[in-house]
């Protein structure tokens, strides 16, 4: 068989994978949709010990299917995430306890109303705090896009701090970075009552009334279905049976719709102006973000640098444990993620201090730039190391036969070659460390993607403020791929002098 004959069948494979992958309408009969949820929302949605996801939501969102005569296919997304993919169309609907509110209805469809909820605080035993307004000046942990995210910006003076997802702004509470927690009431009180959150407790009473609904895309086809089985579910028994099990209690009555949840096309007025608008509207705030970046990206390549040449020479040792400690060292920081690194040192040390019987916190910055520089000292160690191995054995012989020591011909003679030909490689380095500060997003620092992200959960425009993001970073690893590239000719003095 010919080569393009292997190439048309590969083609032809690649063709029924990807047809495969893509039927998420019918299926065997039904239909079936795709409905993303992200499981770490108990009592709501979460996992059991065996993986499987459960909950509130869960268990109506399947009592809805069984209703309505369709089936579900659960797809993990961050809540941040989940109103960009309904936009993009990439799910069906998603179901993570949203709330309904007048600006994501704007933007997207709801089901009726299946939960009535409202935003609770969370503070240590020993803080106090009675009430919304005792917050002011305080430090507060949030989830990034919640209604609680909004309300808490109505507290004059308070720091505001965004995560991902519920138990990392808690674990931030119990690791004493932060004086409280805004979030739904249900979830904070389930916590609580099951003893994961020790030496919390709730404060005030319910500071709004909300209402959750089902997201879907605007004007999705699978509203009325997703309607129609909510509907027999709240009249046959079921809701109610389903809200004693995971809350002990009747279920207050809901209404059939809120007064702004309304279907109908968004206008179509001038998109490309509307887009270019929101763009420049959001630019100061993330060049701002593009500050903290260079910042932390210098801070961390040079004390990557340091740790990383000195990791390098240690590799080189002819002592056999500290040659193979360094080995170690190194092993350990490329073999795991470095998104684990990050949540190690800045939420698992000061855990692990308090488990010790004393109180230890990190300061986002110092967390942030101790987790890239150690990481980054393990890649640049190696790079090191492959540069002195580089240089020729002749080198050193010829130092030393000229009465120079070791450290002497190290510092004089092989590390000034060696350091020339690591500048690719470190230049690469530099580059990565720069777009891997979106990582330390996760513990709340406020860098570049960070400002997107809360720009994101504003407005409700993904692609052109994460286009904006992109196009920001692409400026800055250009910018630093042309520095580097003038420094690697200023310090070779054979391209110096063929410019010059």
Known sequence: MGWWRWCLVFGLCCLLVLGGCGLNGDVGGGRRLVVATEPTFPPFEFQSGDGKLQGFDIDLMNAIANAAGFEVRYQNMPFAGMIPALQARSIDAAVSAMTITE???????????????????????????????????????VQIGTTGANKVKELAGAVIRTFDDAPTALQELLNGNVDAVVHDQAVLLYGIKTGNLGGL???????????????????????????????????????AQIYKKWF?????????KLPFQQEGSQPGVSKIFSAITVILRSLPFLLQGALVTLQITAL????GLVGGSLLGIVRLSRVTPVRWAARGYVDFFRGTPLLVQIFMIYFGIPAIAQELGFTFTFNRLAAAVIALSLNSAAYIGEIVRGGIQSIEVGQAEAAQSLGLSSTQTMRYVIFPQAFRRMLPPLSNEFISMLKDTSLVAVIGFEELFRKGQLIVAENYRAFEI?????LVYLFLTLLSSQAFSRLEVWLNPVRRSRKV
């Open 103 to 141: 600006e994501r209805a704007k933007t997207i469809s709801f089901s009726r109303p299946y939960f009535k909820s409202g935003l609770g605080i969370v503070v240590g035993e020993n803080q106090d705090v009675s009430s919304f307004e005792g917050l002011r000046g305080k430090r507060i942990a």
């Open 201 to 239: 407790k709730l404060v005030g009473q319910l500071l709004t009334q909300e209402y959750y609904g089902i997201p879907m895309p605007k004007n999705s086809p699978n509203l009325a279905l997703i309607n129609s089985g909510l509907t027999k579910v709240l009249g046959n028994g079921s809701y």
């Open 248 to 256: 002990n209690s009747e279920p207050p009555a809901l209404p059939e």
């Open 300 to 303: 961390s390549v040079v004390l």
């Open 466 to 470: 994460y286009a904006a993001v992109a």
